[in-house]
């Protein structure tokens, strides 16, 4: 009996050990795999390097992906100044003042879009929005702004839900006191309510920016793949391939070095996603300190 | 004189750095009801807990002193805590059914000890439920959820799962305090029976209730056993006055 | 300025215009799957549902991306359900305060946050490769169970830990163990939250692309084992969108990943009504 306890015990710790194991099998694998391009032209010219030509037909193969990191983050910031002011607001709307058949009606719609298979988010930005944008903003309509709204779409469930939590969670009396000394409900909600949730919003927002760049499929469809900065840099217009185009891109065909390169590409991206994810728990678990 | 059956020499028992109970010594004899009363928080619970080893499952607790059952030490290291509780049944303050059938209910015990005989089990839960006094009852709804049923009866059921199990001890930690008078009633009634067949120890916070179902009566204060003998003397004539004062009503 | 708008004009205003970005949400969603619907339903016939592609999927219909996605979604499960469970149960159950507990939790966590791509370069170097699956079900199906672990870990361990303390009590005051008492009492009072979690999971999952696209293979044949090359709808949908295969079968792709999506969501909201009062037979 005793024994058979803990054999029981035994497996369920590996069980849950597993999680951990994944996680180290990953990191030593894409380290495996992305060391040796890494070895050969250094990190930092690997990440700060301008020149991406894995394939030369004449001369040396250069692996610089500045341009990506740059693209990443581009279109992430793009998405969340679409989707954070549209996203809070909604929250807003959610937790203060729609009626419960709006609130319902809206929740229902936040699980439905969360619900769509990024491919297919897309797939319509491929066939909707990248003629749209060339037809009226011009350019080739892959461009830092289709993937800004593609990726905006996808993180506005994920803003408002958290922002709606952190909305509800402030203490009822600091709204009464406000609204008892004659404010009106509005400015509550910009002076009392907004402030007392800022960081719980803080957090949703960055948590918001690393999965945006660690999207793959939305992105990869609408963006288009040159792998060199806009130029002029702030021309939105302009097609970028962010880091996680670049795996999608030339994964299928790459091998040696090319290959190699492309896992240290998934090394940096691993990475910025992990310190940007360690920030928005920092910001989570600074709220639940102060508000004790 | 009866045996005793269950005994607690110098027990103490810390819950992290915080003592809640200081060397309580006390027999309690076979076959007799003993009822533990006082204030709340004064570590009732903490004792009887401590009797079937429940408070293994809270971390950070710590016993020494010497606490007997049949004259082996309960927290010794050949003591089974399992098979102890296997002999030491206990009921707690909120009925607490499992979200199974009647039968299953009952049956739990037994099968988990390994019964697997149909008839056996038939027969185990039938003589439970008429023990408990609940046959009447649900005799004929043995496959309906337990949950369904009213909060005495649950009671009722949890006392016949215990009795499945055929302990030689039922603890009971305030059986009644989430039930109606009548199911209270009830309840004392039938601890008034099982008392010729079993060791019981009982917390309660209602004086009337001691009264009526026990032989001796434990007054405990702050983690500190006050006083304990006969039932009939601790209420009709209390050596202390702290004892007087609670039994009076006169604080807590 | 602030006297040429009055405090009530301008709650008025704010409120107006919330109103229209909480509509400006619902339009766009409404409006996207609105416009897939309209365009695939014409494509939707039984021979597109039961067919196999031709010309690169150009024309047919789409049965083994079907069955393909259906088998990676077995293997996904079968793998994350006993092991997630497994962890959730240690967690929420045995699992001492402590270093080790933390660290376990912690893994989840990361786990939770690597972006899919990564996960897909991992099963690519890991079970393609290393481990010798190849292009397959197997490994596909192993790098979606990477993706989803966290999440079953998660609303397992939630699902047990909501299961009132009282139960475990009563169970070990009959004498039971403490792996008796997790089997038989809390396991099957959490396992209809914990089976609507699985499924809300498996929604999650189905659509996902990236972890397969290099594990899972992109072979347009019915597969015959499970170490078979399969692509899955979503990568299917994806070729067929980024090589300009052809628009409508896209379309009708995209419809019925949605309607799979929808029928998971829809089940699981259902279970949960179902069992709204926990009750366990045996
Ligand atoms: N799990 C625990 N961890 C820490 N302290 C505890 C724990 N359980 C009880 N205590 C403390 O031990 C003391 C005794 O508690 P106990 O529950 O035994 O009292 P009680 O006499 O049963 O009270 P009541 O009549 O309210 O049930 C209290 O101060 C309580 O706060
Ligand atoms: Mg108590």
Redesign the pocket.
């Known amino acids: 009996m005793k024994t058979s306890e803990r054999i029981i015990e035994i497996l369920l710790f590996l069980s849950a050990a597993t999680a951990v194991m994944v996680v180290a099998l990953i990191i030593i694998f894409l380290l495996k795999e992305g060391i040796p391009v890494l070895a050969k032209v250094g990190v930092a010219n690997f990440c700060l390097g301008m020149n991406w030509n894995p394939i030369a037909i004449a001369g040396e193969p250069s692996y610089g992906i500045f341009p990506m990191i740059v693209a990443s983050f581009y279109v992430a910031i793009g998405s969340l100044i679409i989707a954070v002011p549209l996203g809070i607001t909604c929250a807003v709307f959610l937790a203060e003042i729609a009626p419960s058949w709006a609130r319902s009606i809206l929740k229902h719609a936040i699980e439905l879009l969360v619900g769509i298979p990024s491919v297919i988010l897309g797939f319509i930005g491929l066939v909707l929005l990248v003629p749209f944008i060339r037809d009226h903003f011009g350019g080739w309509g892959f461009s830092i702004l289709t993937g800004s709204i593609i990726l905006a779409i996808m993180a506005l469930p994920r803003i408002i839900s958290i922002s709606d939590d952190a909305i509800r969670s402030v203490p009822r009396e600091y709204k009464e006191a406000s609204l008892a000394l004659g404010a009106t409900h509005w400015h509550t909600i910009r002076k009392v309510i907004l402030p007392s949730a800022r960081s719980g919003i803080v957090a949703a927002v960055i948590l918001a920016m690393a999965t945006s760049i660690g999207e793959t499929m939305a992105v990869v469809m609408v963006t288009g793949s040159p792998s060199i900065l806009p130029d002029p840099i702030y021309d939105i217009l302009d097609p970028v391939r962010p880091m996680t185009s670049n795996i999608v891109l030339e994964m299928s065909y790459a091998t040696g070095d090319h290959a190699s390169a492309l896992f240290a590409t998934g090394i940096v991206l691993f990475v910025v996603v992990a310190v940007l994810n360690i920030i928005s728990h920092k910001a989570l678990k600074s709220k639940m300190g102060t508000r004790r | 004189m009866s045996e005793i059956e269950i005994e607690s020499r110098n027990l103490d028992l810390w ?2 750095s ?1 003592q ?2 200081k060397k309580i010594s006390m027999a309690m004899p076979e076959k007799k009801v003993t009822a533990i009363i ?10 009887i ?1 401590c009797i079937n080893r429940m ?1 293994d499952l ?4 710590r016993i020494t002193g010497e606490l007997l059952f049949e004259g082996a030490d309960i927290y010794g290291n050949d003591m089974d805590a399992v098979e102890l509780r296997k002999k030491i049944g206990m009921v707690f ?1 909120k009925p607490n059914p499992f979200p199974m059938s009647i039968y299953d209910n009952i049956a739990y015990g037994p099968r988990v000890h390994g019964l697997r005989n149909k008839e056996e089990l038939d027969r185990i839960v039938e003589e439970s439920l008429k023990a408990s006094a609940l046959w009447d009852e649900v005799g004929d709804l043995l496959d309906q959820s337990a949950v369904d049923l009213s909060g005495g009866q649950q009671q009722r059921l949890c006392i016949a799962r215990t009795l499945a199990v055929k302990p030689k001890v039922i603890l009971f ?2 059986p009644c305090s989430a039930l109606d008078p009548i199911s209270t009633a009830k309840i004392e009634d039938l601890i008034n029976m099982l008392k010729h067949d079993y060791t019981i120890v009982i ?1 309660t ?1 209602n004086m009337q209730q001691a009264a009526r179902v026990s032989d001796h009566t434990a007054f ?1 204060l702050l ?1 500190e056993l006050v006083e304990f003998g006969k039932t009939k003397q601790i209420f009709e004539l209390p050596d202390k006055k702290s004892t007087e004062d609670y039994i009076t009503g006169r604080f807590g | 300025m602030t006297s040429l708008i009055s405090p009530a004009t301008s709650d008025k205003a704010a409120k107006v215009m919330l109103w229209v970005s909480a509509s400006i949400a619902i339009l766009t969603l409404l409006f996207i799957l609105g416009y897939i619907v309209v365009q695939g339903l014409p494509v939707l016939t039984l021979s597109f549902l039961l067919e196999s592609p031709r010309l690169s999927g150009a024309e047919g219909g789409i049965l083994p991306a079907i069955v393909g996605t259906f088998c990676l979604m077995l293997v996904a499960l079968l793998s994350a359900v006993p092991i997630g469970i497994g962890a959730a149960i240690y967690l929420a159950e045995y699992a001492p305060v402590g270093v080790v507990t933390r660290i376990i939790s912690f893994g989840v966590e990361c786990l939770a946050g690597i972006p899919s791509i990564v996960i897909g370069l991992f099963g690519y170097a890991f079970l393609v490769i290393y481990l010798g699956f190849g292009f397959s079900i197997i490994s596909g199906g192993l790098a979606l169970m990477f993706m989803i672990l966290p999440w079953v870990v998660r609303v397992s361990e939630e699902s047990l830990k909501a299961v009132p303390g009282g139960l475990r009590e009563g169970s070990f005051a009959l004498g039971a163990t403490k792996w008796q008492t997790v089997s038989r009492v809390v396991l099957p009072s959490a396992v209809p939250s914990i089976t609507t979690g699985v499924i809300l999971g498996v929604g999650k999952a189905i659509g996902e692309t990236a972890v397969i696209m290099f594990t899972a293979g992109s072979s347009l044949l019915m597969p015959t084992s499970f170490f078979d090359p399969v692509r899955a709808l979503p990568y299917h949908l994806y070729i067929l969108a980024s090589e300009g295969i052809s628009d409508p079968m896209a379309y009708g792709s995209s419809v019925v990943l949605l309607v799979m999506v929808l029928v998971i969501n829809l089940a699981a909201v259902a279970i949960q009504r179902h069992y709204g009062r926990h009750h366990v037979r045996n």
């Not at chain 2, 204030?39 to 903490?46: A, I, L």
């Not at chain 2, 809270?58 to 607790?61: H, L, N, Q």
């Open positions: 819950y992290g915080a809640a109970l006082g204030p709340s928080g004064c570590g009732k619970s903490t004792f807990r408070n809270v971390k950070g607790c303050q930690d305030e917390v916070h405990f983690g």
